[in-house]
T-cell receptor
């Protein structure tokens, strides 16, 4: 059974810092990995999707990497802003049923 | 596109009552997913449909839960009878079986008293 772990559970940084969020998964036989953002009381917004054959994806200040063999992904946020404050969720698509398994998230607070 | 639409956004009901949550997927998407999010268990997949057919319902917690997708533009998740432990945020997501990327709705916050 696929398990996804995110570290740290919470992170607080001053504005302008670069930061890294970590995600690990137990079964490396994945189809893709997605990073989502969730604001309090809101739904999930997809940030980046990395196919299993890819190593990284970039969108603006966000860069996500994937090392499938070691079961790890990182989300790099450059020059953080208070508006980046949210919970970031990592999810992997795997299994014959193409099931999306989520981590428990990292709650990020960027202080002005 | 309006994105995935869910209704109601908030539902408060008493234990034992029937609850029906509704979802309209993004037009053109052929996969639909129902998830539940709680503080204790995070986000869990309940059931997913492909081309209106239920493919995997192993995540449905009990027989009290049922889901239908009568056509490509509408799905329901029903809880009968509801219990306080069903209180959670229920998300619907849709996607295409080709890309496997999922787009989430805003969720329905259910409170069962």
């Amino acid at each position: 059974k696929q398990e996804v772990t995110q570290i740290p559970a919470a992170l607080s940084v001053p504005e302008g810092e670069n930061l890294v969020l970590n995600c690990s998964f137990t079964d490396s036989a994945i189809y893709n990995l997605q990073w989502f953002r969730q604001d309090p009381g809101k739904g999930l917004t997809s940030l980046l999707l990395i196919q299993s054959s890819q190593r990284e994806q970039t969108s603006g200040r966000l860069n996500a990497s994937l090392d499938k063999s070691s079961g790890r992904s990182t989300l790099y946020i450059a020059a953080s802003q208070p508006g980046d404050s949210a919970t970031y969720l990592c999810a992997v698509l795997s299994g014959s049923a193409r099931q999306l398994t989520f981590g428990s998230g990292t709650q990020l607070t960027v202080l002005p | 596109d309006a994105g995935v639409i869910q209704s109601p956004r908030h539902e408060v009901t008493e234990m034992g009552q029937e609850v029906t949550l509704r979802c309209k997927p993004i037009s053109g998407h052929n996969s639909l997913f129902w998830y539940r999010q709680t503080m204790m268990r995070g986000l869990e997949l309940l059931i997913y449909f492909n081309n209106n057919v239920p493919i995997d319902d192993s995540g449905m917690p009990e027989d009290r839960f049922s889901a239908k997708m009568p056509n490509a533009s509408f799905s329901t998740l029903k809880i009968q009878p509801s219990e306080p432990r069903d209180s959670a945020v229920y998300f619907c997501a849709s996607g295409t079986s080709g890309s496997y990327e999922q787009y989430f709705g805003p969720g329905t916050r259910l409170t069962v008293t």
